[in-house]
């Protein structure tokens, strides 16, 4: 089974510390069953969305749904961070979490092959079975 992951990094090419919608860029690329494949590079333009008159507001529903709408059209089913927020309720509706304590996508993706059995499991179940996927050490 192919399955796209979208993975939340800052400028630095690493996971950011921070909520998932909250990233500067998503690298979105394909598991095809033996490993990963088309790394894509998507600009979060996101982030700055739930700025309300200068303040920041974590977990904006209007900001989740964006994200969802973009990250669908993209065919991608797991997600995965450092953190996520609020809209994990949202999230999980669409996606499968999966959350890491590494701050190297390298080592992070070799973690993942050990997973998928799991994750494929949770594709078969109807979205709103979806649950997190702790793959912190």
Known sequence: MNIKFAFALNNDNEFAKKHFGDSDKFIISEWNGKGFAEFVTEKNIFKDSDNDVGEHHHGDKNKGEQIVRFLKSKNVKVLMSKQFGRNIKI????????????DDLDHAMQ??????SSIEEQLNQTPENFKLVDLRE
């Open 91 to 102: 999230i999980n509706q669409h996606f499968i979490p999966v959350i890491t304590s590494s």
């Open 111 to 116: 973690k993942l092959p050990m997973h998928i």
